[in-house]
């Protein structure tokens, strides 16, 4: 089994806008057995009001709400017509949003019957004016969170310890059960040169908090290699270190590749073949 747990498609404001039936022809052609098709979940109704910063980074960060339904009938459709060359699962990566618990159980209530596979991430974190998405770019993170929590460390330790509610939270039978890049907030640690950008004391500890935690309910990890492409990152999500505890607990991770771009299906996979 060759497993891409990760990828995006045209549905994504974000992405590249290519075609998904080109990314899953590149797996074919990769010998991936397995494919996730893991789209952004709309964001809840009003939840722009209520975030702050870059305007483009909010209105672009998941897929469109009227376009849920053609996407699915699009993927299901995908997967049958490829089901001899590929197992596709189709599904979303979930924004989990503190707050906003209760619209995203509704969506998985509503869609859940049609979701093969899915991952729950953490974009969105409270910071400067309101939420803030924390991976659009290096300037607006620091305006919004750096600034905000004071140190570039404070404000990753409240990273960990949002992911801590996302794994304790309830949002209903249809939960995923990975956890997307549990250390995306690391994504421009480069980029601050007067900054310990390191994993802090108090955060290795949320961490493994965490990975007893995740352990504890049976869940999943999305070992995503996007940040080793990342200018400012230089290392996959989560970095070696982490991985090392995550391998001692034996808590499952699946390769994720995060595509965005046709030319990044199957990014990184020697990475997760080595650990
Ligand atoms: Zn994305
Ligand atoms: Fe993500």
Known sequence: MKRDGHTHTEFCP???????ELFILKAIE???TDYSITEHTPLPKGFKDQASGEEDAIITAGMNAGDVDYYLK??????KKYAKEINIHVGFEVDYITGFEDYTT???????KLIDDSILSLHFLQGAGGYRVIDYSPEDYQNGMIHHYGTFQKAQEKYFQTLLQLVDADLGIYK??????????QKFQTFYKDEETHLSAESIVLIDNLLEKVKKNGYELDFN???????????????????KKVKEREIPFIYGSDSHHVTDVGRGYQA???L
């Open 30 to 32: 990769l010998g991936f």
């Open 106 to 112: 509704d969506f998985l209530n509503e869609y859940g």
């Open 74 to 79: 699009k993927m299901h459709q995908l997967k």
């Open 176 to 185: 995923p059960k990975r956890v997307g890049h549990i250390t995306l907030c």
């Open 225 to 243: 290699t996007a940040g080793m492409f990342k200018p400012y990152c230089g290392e996959p999500y989560p970095p070696l270190q982490i991985m």
């Open 14 to 20: 974000h992405g590249s806008g290519e075609e998904v």
């Open 272 to 274: 997760f073949k080595t």
